[in-house]
């Protein structure tokens, strides 16, 4: 195992560079200055929106209350794919320009914390669990 992650080291060091780079060169330090509060709010509604949204996914395909809220708090990000949605709208006229460096906070500050709310999903969902009776759980 430790052979293959060695031999792989420098391939993910390359999509590293090849990826992080050219994102971390779209964040605009002046917009995020002048939208702090547009960029939180939508940051805020964003992970609230994804924990329940797939927290919902996973009870309803059967997960457990606890598993389900643990795989609601690992998707908060919003990803690469979210550059593609507002990069067509800025070349499409769809969307204002002053839009896209916003979006690339947004995916930087959801990319940044969602480890922190992966590690405080277990204690959160046994927490939770505690609150709600048995009988409104599943296993």
Known sequence: MHRIEKL???LRDIFAA???VPVGMLIDPSAIY???PLILLISLITVLGKI???CMGGMITGQSFS???RI???MTQIGEFSFIIIGMGVALQATNSELYPIIVAISAMTTFITPYFIRLSGPIATY???IFPPNTQQK
């Open 67 to 69: 598993d389900a809220l």
């Open 8 to 10: 792989l080291q420098p």
């Open 52 to 54: 329940l949204s797939t």
């Open 18 to 20: 090849v990826f992080f």
């Open 128 to 130: 939770v669990e505690t």
């Open 34 to 36: 002048n939208h702090f």
């Open 72 to 74: 609601g708090f690992s």
